[in-house]
């Protein structure tokens, strides 16, 4: 090749963005299902054995709590670990690992004899589970068109909600059968399965090969490498307004969907209902968020994070409603049922757009940051619930405290909003 030949220069995101939705992308959204199937039901399939545990062991709603809440304790963690190895090494690798890991430590918790071994596995568990969304919404918007990104991230999520679906139904034909260890058994077991296929299927990204540094572990010191955990460039330009108030939203909507999928059999044993409507009701309305993804995910790309808006604002009033009106079990159930529908698109909504805002070479650390914080709500939703319902309070009462939060979510909402719509972020494509 002659000397003063130059290389061909590529540039990837106008490949990406001119490309339809082709066999490609459908395929890597089959295998983001996988994953984001295992994540929800692993995640979750603890509520539905909550009752037993409470039998098994001997435990009061206080004390089953904290078991409730550790996996999102444990999610704080992973975000930000697994998401800096993404940006380090790799969204592939740091997928495997995350998804491996998960279902090691979900055959673990069949082997807890006692409340501190399952506390201490599901923390374990739940580092692992919260690594693994935040890099699939991260992996999968680096190879899907911009226009189409929030409905892509949002169909990758109903995988999550199908997972949530399937544990109820599950729990219910094998806890009486084989007791509650066969759940996490079969959950770590379809764990491992998914990591054997994403390290056959999954590809890397392309972004980020081509933002990666080749020498980086050679040349930067270990000191240097520590402080790239830290969320320091998270917070440059539009980012130091965008970066806080993803957080607050999260949080937000986590606290309130946590709240319903740990407590939600007992709270509607609580109604009235038997075990089985119990755990059927708390199934559906996993279907019920997946339908309100669906209704919000092409505003979301239409119209930006503004539309996000609508259904929180329309839940809060049901909410006061849930607290203070009297009504029968049926009643009960129909309008958690329709909260779901909301508050579901509302929480799919916010994690479509959760990478988005960030350049490729910070964009599984923003969307780890994020989610870490985000599940501040995970732990705070459950542990609510564990001293509300231990209380000698109504069984409604946490829709009072939960009716504050849509509003919080709506206001961090517009805020973002109005940042990206003076089109100064600093983040490439």
Known sequence: MNAST????????HIIDSQRLNYFVVRLVAISWLVTFCDGFDQNAIGFVAPYLKSAFALENGALGPILAAGGAGALFGGLIFGWM???????????????????????????????????????????????????????????PTRYRATVVTLVMLGYGLGVFAAGPLSLALIPRHGWQSVFVCGGLAALIAAVSVWRKLPE???????????????????????????????????????PLLWIAFAASSMTMYFFVTWGPILFERAGLTRNTAFWSSSWNAVAGAVGAIA????????????????????????????????????????????????????????????????????????????????????????????????HMTSRSPFLVLALLPLVFALAIMGIARVAQRGDLDGES
């Open 6 to 13: 130059k290389p061909l220069a590529i540039d990837i995101d």
């Open 86 to 144: 993404g940006d380090r090494i790799g969204r592939r690798p740091a997928i495997i690992t995350a998804v491996g890991l998960s279902g090691i430590f979900t055959l673990l918790l069949a082997l807890a004899n006692r409340p501190w071994e399952l506390l201490a596995v599901r923390f374990m568990s739940g580092i692992a589970l919260g690594g693994a969304l935040p890099l699939i919404w991260t992996l999968t918007i680096e190879y899907v």
């Open 205 to 243: 990204s392309l972004r980020f090969r081509a933002h990666r540094e080749r020498d980086w572990a050679r040349k930067t010191p270990a000191l240097s490498r520590w402080r790239e955990l830290l969320p320091g460039r998270l917070f440059v330009g539009s980012l130091r307004w965008i970066t």
């Open 296 to 391: 919000v995910m092409r505003f979301t790309d239409r119209l930006g994070p503004g539309s996000l808006v609508v259904m929180p604002l329309i839940a809060l009033p049901l909410l006061i409603t849930v607290a203070l009106a009297q009504m029968g079990p049926g009643g009960f159930v129909g309008m958690i049922a329709v909260l779901h529908v909301l508050l579901g698109g509302t929480h799919y909504g916010i994690q479509s757009v959760l990478g988005a805002y960030y350049p490729t070479g910070e964009r599984a650390r923003g969307a780890g940051w994020a989610a870490s914080i985000g599940k501040i709500g995970s732990v705070a939703g459950p542990m609510m619930g564990g001293w509300l319902l231990g209380s």
